[in-house]
T-cell receptor
Framework: AQSVAQPEDQVNVAEGNPLTVKCTYSVSGNPYLFWYVQYPNRGLQFLLKYITGDNLVKGSYGFEAEFNKSQTSFHLKKPSALVSDSALYFCAVRGGDSSYKLIFGSGTRLLVRP | NAGVTQTPKFQVLKTGQSMTLQCAQDMNHEYMSWYRQDPGMGLRLIHYSVGAGITDQGEVPNGYNVSRSTTEDFPLRLLSAAPSQTSVYFC????????????FGEGSWLTVV
């Protein structure tokens, strides 16, 4: 069965510093990995995804994520955080024997302080 | 571009009442799904559909029914609302295939008292 773990409930970072939001996954076969962001009282917005190819994936708003197959991780990164990046971030996986289902992690709240 | 449209945005129900959350998409997507979001638990899949006339259960299907009579619409029915169904509900859709991005509606906030 597919599963996703986001080990940190909250990540705090100062504006201008780099940020990392961690995600590990478990799926049989090839994983399709996604990051979404949720602002208060809004739906989920797609940030980026890994399907195949280059392990470093670039997405919206300056975010990128690195796929590491040996560590089964897909960490979200940004070189320089903005206060406006403060939101709830979800990692999700699709693939394996339940290829249609998108399974989410529990979410990580990112707080960027001025 | 309408995308995925959910109605209503907010709803308060009494225990035992029934209601339907509506979801429509205008992108001709084969795959549609319903999630519920609860604090600290992420989004959990309730039901999903891979095309008109085809539905299947997700992780937390109990207390909910779905049908898919057209490609565009995927309503979620609460048969007899319970306080445990107080949650935020999201409808989502995508093109068929695991590598395609799933797009979400803006959510429906449901409170059962």
């Amino acid at each position: 069965a597919q599963s996703v773990a986001q080990p940190e409930d909250q990540v705090n970072v100062a504006e201008g510093n780099p940020l990392t939001v961690k995600c590990t996954y478990s799926v049989s076969g090839n994983p399709y990995l996604f990051w979404y962001v949720q602002y208060p009282n809004r739906g989920l917005q797609f940030l980026l995804k890994y399907i195949t190819g280059d392990n470093l994936v670039k997405g919206s708003y300056g975010f990128e994520a690195e796929f590491n197959k040996s560590q089964t991780s897909f960490h979200l990164k940004k070189p320089s955080a903005l206060v406006s990046d403060s939101a709830l971030y979800f990692c999700a996986v699709r693939g394996g024997d339940s290829s249609y289902k998108l399974i989410f992690g529990s979410g990580t709240r990112l707080l960027v302080r001025p | 571009n309408a995308g995925v449209t959910q109605t209503p945005k907010f709803q308060v129900l009494k225990t035992g009442q029934s209601m339907t959350l509506q979801c429509a998409q205008d992108m001709n997507h084969e795959y549609m799904s319903w999630y519920r979001q609860d604090p600290g638990m992420g989004l959990r899949l309730i039901h999903y559909s891979v095309g008109a006339g085809i539905t299947d259960q997700g992780e937390v299907p109990n207390g909910y029914n779905v049908s898919r009579s057209t490609t565009e619409d995927f309503p979620l029915r609460l048969l007899s609302a319970a306080p445990s169904q107080t949650s935020v509900y999201f409808c989502a859709s995508s093109v068929q295939g695991a590598g395609y991005t799933i797009y979400f509606g803006e959510g429906s906030w449901l409170t059962v008292v």
